[in-house]
């Protein structure tokens, strides 16, 4: 499956995007075509859990991929960025700076993860050492990226990229440990290290679902402030139709929505939230925000609608704009 909404000399789409911004041939941060990633289960067979995905990532754009618990995103934003978990088997190709990462030595993804792709986590306490003051950890990650030059210049920078986060007293939290802070100052701390070395791509995965909805939601209009400061693309996955709205909210951002590790829809967020196509998308928006099913919780989903086998490949309904049909119909060409 290709990523028929980006632009770019190989897209056959129209030129959908935010034209006269960036010229075609700006590269994409990320280009991942045809990516598939398999486990093998107890009986000794491979399933398949990230079926043909292809989505490229452009710079100062916001990709939201949504999708239910299990469909396979985190496994997929793992894999594009050369983490797959252990035992994974992975196809498909993963292109960064003209390198396919999914082919690359680990030795050469390390220069690249946590400096050019930065990772925002779920739970910020799994990126922080529990044992460690804030500002040294930061510090710490600047130069193993020998991102500074000297003691002056990483503590400077440390200051600057707590500010950055919007923390108002960063001398202060830099002396403290992660557990003297606030879980929504740890997670904001967290992106402070996701993005000290400007990188080309930030991938939050449900960075704020570990957090109250009000702290959740500043932490998320953060990323989103950042990725006009930095120009980075940002790959932000989440399972909330309303977290997914509130951080794709510009006209060049867009949502890609998965079901059981296929793209079943994917456009701006203007098309897929305000005119879904496809009735799983329908049923996740129809589920929030004060329908019958409380925030968080999952649309029930028709048993036709969830089969992989039922759902082809994205099929254009409008410029930039893709939706999975039912086989027979999209065999029949019917758009
Ligand atoms: N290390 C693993 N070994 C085997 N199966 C895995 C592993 N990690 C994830 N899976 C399976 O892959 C599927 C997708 O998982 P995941 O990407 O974590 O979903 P999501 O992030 O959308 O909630 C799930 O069925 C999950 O059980
Ligand atoms: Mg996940």
Not at 192 to 217: H, K, N, Q, T, Y
Not at 218 to 247: K, P, S
Not at 311 to 321: A, F, K
Request: charged share 25%; with cysteine.
């Amino acid at each position: 499956m290709t990523d028929t909404t980006r632009r770019g000399p190989k897209s056959e789409a129209p030129d959908i995007a935010r034209a006269g911004q960036l010229p075609p041939e700006v590269p994409l941060a990320l280009d991942a075509t045809d990516v598939s990633v398999s486990f093998r289960s107890t009986g000794g067979r491979w399933s398949t859990v990230v079926d043909r995905v292809g989505l490229g990532f452009e710079r100062a754009q916001v990709t939201v991929l949504l999708g239910e618990s299990g469909s396979g995103k985190t496994v997929f934003a793992r894999s594009i960025t050369g983490m797959a978990p252990f035992g994974a088997r992975v196809d498909g190709t993963a292109i960064f700076d003209n390198r396919d990462l999914l082919k690359i030595s680990r030795r050469a993804l390390r220069t690249i993860q946590g400096d050019r792709i930065g990772m925002v986590p779920q739970d910020p306490n799994s990126s922080l050492d529990p044992m460690r003051r804030i500002g040294g950890q930061i510090i710490e990650t600047l130069e193993q990226h020998r991102r500074v030059d000297g003691r002056d210049a990483a503590h400077a920078r440390m200051i600057e990229l707590l500010t950055l986060v919007h923390i108002h007293d960063p001398e202060r939290v830099a002396r403290c440990y992660p557990h003297e802070v606030s879980g929504g100052m740890r997670q904001r701390i967290a992106i402070a290290i996701a993005i000290c070395c400007d990188p080309e791509l930030i991938v939050a995965d449900e960075p704020s679902s570990a957090l109250d909805a009000s702290v959740g939601v500043r932490v998320v209009q953060l990323l989103g402030d950042l990725r006009d400061r930095l120009n980075t693309a940002i790959l932000f996955i989440t399972h909330d139709i309303g977290i997914a709205a509130l951080i794709a909210n510009q006209p060049g951002d867009r949502v890609a929505v998965m079901l059981s590790g296929r793209i079943v829809e994917l456009g701006f967020a203007s098309q897929v939230l305000h005119n879904a196509h496809h009735p799983y998308t329908r049923a996740l928006i129809a589920a929030e925000p004060s329908g019958e099913v409380a925030r968080g919780q999952l649309a029930v989903v028709p048993d036709d609608v969830r089969s992989q086998r039922y759902w082809s490949e994205l099929i254009p309904v409008e410029p930039g704009h893709g939706v999975a049909k039912p086989l027979e119909h999209a065999e029949a060409g019917v758009a």
